[in-house]
């Protein structure tokens, strides 16, 4: 029934503009959903195609002040070492642990052992022994020093998930 009201609409129709028009009136809730749905797959493809995995991750640590600004420094450096290709990365994080949220989920990558690297300046360091001896953070032999001059040390997990690109990186000294 529904389909012969619309041919015979159609029909009334002037004009390809006009025709199109009421299609587009009649069907607009399958138009949109096909549109949307076809805009979905091309946006999972393209997330697929474009996703990296990291190769390091490193966690810089630091309390109510910003090392941001070594972060892409750091990343450049490590992925050179490391020789990383297409489709591997580097992932370099600060957290500023003064704040809580950025403390949970510090919290929440070490119990997960999603870590390699943490890099604490000495100060910071010895702030979080505690911390570090409880869950088994060996001090590594890893360290950077920023454009400023600043030193940082490293700490490793004892469960890390990349330890090829950390044993790279220890072997670099």
């Known amino acids: 029934m529904e389909n012969t009201i619309v041919k015979e609409t159609l029909k009334q129709k002037n004009g390809f503009k006009g025709k199109i028009g009421y ?10 959903t096909v549109v949307l749905t076809i805009l979905f797959i091309i946006s999972l493809v ?5 996703k990296t995995s990291p190769v390091l991750t490193v966690r810089i ?9 070594i972060v ?12 990383i290709s297409e489709g591997e990365s580097i992932d370099v994080t600060e957290f500023d642990i003064s704040d809580q949220n950025n403390q949970d989920a510090f919290v929440a990558q070490l119990v997960a052992q999603q870590i390699d ?6 100060e910071m360091d010895q702030k979080m022994k505690t ?10 032999e890893i360290k ?12 490793i997990p004892s469960e890390i998930p990349h330890k090829e690109s950390v044993i790279k990186l220890t072997n670099l000294d």
């Open 61 to 69: 640590v630091s309390s109510e002040e910003t090392y941001q600004n």
């Open 46 to 50: 393209f997330s697929y195609i474009s």
């Open 117 to 122: 690297v943490i890099f604490v300046t000495e």
């Open 72 to 83: 892409d420094p750091m990343k450049d450096t490590y992925g050179e070492v490391l020789d």
């Open 23 to 32: 299609l587009f009136f009649a069907y607009k809730g399958v138009i949109i």
């Open 144 to 155: 950077y020093t920023d454009q400023y001059g600043r030193e940082f040390v490293s700490r």
């Open 131 to 140: 911390l570090f001896d409880e869950n088994q953070i060996e001090k590594g």
